[in-house]
């Protein structure tokens, strides 16, 4: 494994520079990783950024002086986690992670606080944020915006692995037909009860951007809780529709997929790399009838007003951790406010670019008051709109849901990951 853990080094490096696991980045270093050794290296990655504080908690208890070079300290988050999560036997986890030290002084550095930790053995912080290895003001946001429970099983969440669902592109192909096809190749999948067009991948095949059907555009990979959009947006053939922050596409498309492309989309993005990929999606899964337009939606401008407008703001996009494992020990608390004030300028928008009678669905796949409650309460206020009580809805779906008086926070079980939705109405 040490190739492989060579290049887990350089990725870590390489985002303690960046701030972030960029999409060039994931996809550079797996490319030149062996298919065979995939998931080792995954785990292994995706495990140091998501476990970051709880590892540095324990390296630092050996540590005289805390500032060492950072290779040398994410050799040792390396080390810990494999002995701590992963079931690699100790001997050769610490020769393997003492032959990535180059400098000699370090080397003797390395071999001694891992031997020490395995006579010590593992000690278990008491402050929450290091337990769940996110930022202090992360806590803090999460603490005044969750109650016990539901604060207890996101930041759990945030520290399991991500699973992987798709939605199979039903306007090519039964749910069914597509798992038993898949099956054959040597993948694993379970239907999930709702949404209905949802598969869980239990075992993959090969990998998922080299398959076929991904190819010919048989399914998009896209998170559960995200698959929900189409259902709550009252849509109906003919409308026009609009989705305001479109890229990389996954709701849209699966709009025009829902409606059998018996619609009018136009799809919006600020970044032209987003919008080309919901152009290069919507090709993939031979959708044809999205319009694409390069702009910031805050400039754009039509006559003719949108009968649904789907608002997948930008936001801290806190339930994505578990997938961006350097989201949690990032944010600070100013992000939750620039955050808020961008939501509102786009929220006010929609509500100028629908019909009366038309309804905006805003989602945000973060679970801060200050970009859900607080947002849709003052643009409510506002603009004198009315909410549509979406936890009946989400309830006869089956689907576990928090009703804020506003709108409703989708809780991180079945599968699904905390995400916020609300449905405003413009009235007459």
Same mark, same amino acid.
């Given at each position: @494994?040490?190739?492989?853990?060579?290049? &887990?080094?350089?990725? /870590?490096?390489?985002?303690?520079?960046?701030? +972030?696991?960029?999409?060039?980045?994931? =996809?550079?270093?797996?490319?030149?990783?062996?298919?065979?050794?995939?998931?080792?290296?995954?785990?292994?990655?995706?495990?140091?950024?998501?476990?970051?504080?709880?590892?540095?908690?324990?390296?630092?208890?050996?540590?005289?002086?805390? %500032?060492?070079?950072?290779?040398?300290?994410?050799?040792?988050? @390396?080390?810990?986690?494999?002995?701590?999560? +992963?079931?690699?036997?100790?001997?050769?986890?610490?020769?393997?992670?003492?032959?990535?030290?180059?400098?000699?002084?370090?080397?003797?550095?390395?071999?001694?606080?891992?031997?020490?930790?395995?006579?010590?053995?593992?000690?278990?912080?008491?402050?929450?944020?290091?337990?769940?290895?996110?930022?202090?003001?992360?806590?803090?946001?999460? %603490?005044?915006?969750?109650?016990? =429970?539901?604060?207890?099983?996101?930041?759990?969440?945030?520290?399991?692995?991500?699973?992987?669902?798709?939605?199979?592109?039903?306007?090519? @192909?039964?749910?069914?037909?597509?798992?038993?096809?898949?099956?054959?190749?040597?993948?694993?999948?379970?239907?999930?009860?709702?949404?209905?067009?949802?598969?869980?991948?239990? #075992? $993959?095949? =090969?990998?998922?951007?080299?398959?076929? =059907?991904?190819?010919?555009?048989?399914?998009?990979?896209?998170?559960?809780?995200?698959?929900?959009?189409?259902?709550?947006?009252?849509?109906?053939?003919?409308?026009?529709?609009?989705?305001?922050?479109?890229?990389?596409?996954?709701?849209?498309?699966?709009?025009?997929?829902?409606? *059998?492309?018996?619609?009018?989309?136009?799809?919006?993005?600020?970044?032209?790399?987003?919008?080309?990929?919901?152009?290069?999606?919507?090709?993939?899964?031979?959708?044809?009838?999205?319009?694409?337009? *390069?702009?910031?939606?805050?400039?754009?401008?039509?006559?003719?007003?949108?009968?649904?407008?789907?608002?997948?703001?930008?936001?801290?996009?806190? &339930?994505?951790? *578990?997938? *961006?494992?350097?989201?949690?020990?990032?944010?600070?608390?100013?992000?939750?406010?620039?955050?808020?004030?961008?939501?509102?300028?786009?929220?006010?928008?929609?509500?100028?670019?629908?019909?009366?009678?038309?309804?905006?669905?805003?989602?945000?796949?973060?679970?801060? %008051?200050?970009?859900?409650?607080?947002?849709?309460?003052?643009?409510?206020?506002?603009?004198?709109?009315?909410? +549509?009580? /979406?936890?009946?809805?989400?309830?006869?779906?089956?689907?576990?849901?928090?009703?804020?008086?506003?709108?409703?926070?989708?809780?991180?079980?079945?599968?699904?990951?905390?995400?916020?939705?609300?449905? $405003?109405? #413009?009235?007459?």
């Amino acid at each position: @494994m040490r190739n492989v853990e060579r290049i &887990a080094l350089k990725v /870590l490096n390489e985002v303690e520079k960046r701030g +972030m696991m960029d999409k060039s980045l994931k =996809e550079g270093a797996l490319s030149v990783v062996d298919r065979k050794d995939r998931a080792f290296f995954k785990e292994l990655v995706w495990g140091v950024l998501r476990k970051r504080r709880y590892l540095d908690f324990q390296i630092d208890r050996f540590l005289r002086r805390r %500032k060492i070079p950072i290779p040398v300290r994410n050799i040792l988050r @390396m080390g810990m986690y494999e002995l701590i999560f +992963m079931d690699i036997p100790d001997y050769a986890v610490v020769n393997e992670i003492v032959d990535l030290v180059k400098v000699k002084n370090f080397r003797s550095l390395v071999n001694a606080i891992l031997r020490r930790f395995l006579r010590e053995g593992e000690l278990k912080p008491k402050d929450p944020a290091v337990i769940y290895s996110v930022s202090d003001d992360l806590y803090d946001v999460l %603490k005044e915006s969750l109650d016990g =429970e539901i604060l207890e099983k996101t930041l759990k969440f945030l520290n399991e692995r991500a699973k992987i669902f798709l939605r199979v592109n039903t306007t090519r @192909m039964e749910v069914n037909e597509f798992v038993r096809r898949m099956e054959r190749k040597g993948w694993k999948l379970r239907i999930c009860d709702f949404p209905r067009e949802c598969v869980e991948v239990l #075992k $993959l095949g =090969e990998w998922i951007g080299e398959s076929e =059907e991904f190819e010919e555009g048989l399914f998009y990979v896209q998170d559960k809780s995200s698959q929900l959009a189409p259902y709550l947006m009252d849509l109906k053939m003919g409308q026009r529709i609009l989705d305001m922050c479109s890229g990389p596409g996954g709701k849209a498309t699966h709009i025009a997929q829902f409606l *059998n492309c018996q619609c009018e989309i136009t799809t919006l993005d600020i970044s032209k790399e987003k919008l080309e990929l919901v152009k290069e999606n919507s090709n993939r899964l031979r959708l044809n009838c999205l319009n694409f337009m *390069n702009l910031d939606v805050r400039e754009y401008s039509d006559d003719s007003k949108f009968d649904r407008i789907l608002l997948d703001a930008p936001c801290t996009s806190i &339930a994505t951790g *578990n997938k *961006n494992p350097e989201v949690p020990l990032r944010l600070r608390r100013d992000d939750f406010e620039r955050m808020a004030r961008i939501q509102k300028d786009l929220l006010k928008k929609a509500v100028e670019l629908l019909r009366d009678g038309g309804k905006i669905l805003y989602s945000v796949c973060t679970v801060s %008051k200050y970009e859900t409650t607080n947002v849709i309460k003052e643009v409510m206020r506002d603009e004198g709109l009315e909410s +549509m009580n /979406l936890s009946k809805v989400l309830n006869g779906f089956g689907v576990k849901n928090r009703w804020d008086g506003y709108g409703s926070l989708i809780l991180p079980e079945d599968g699904y990951s905390p995400m916020y939705y609300a449905v $405003l109405v #413009k009235g007459q």
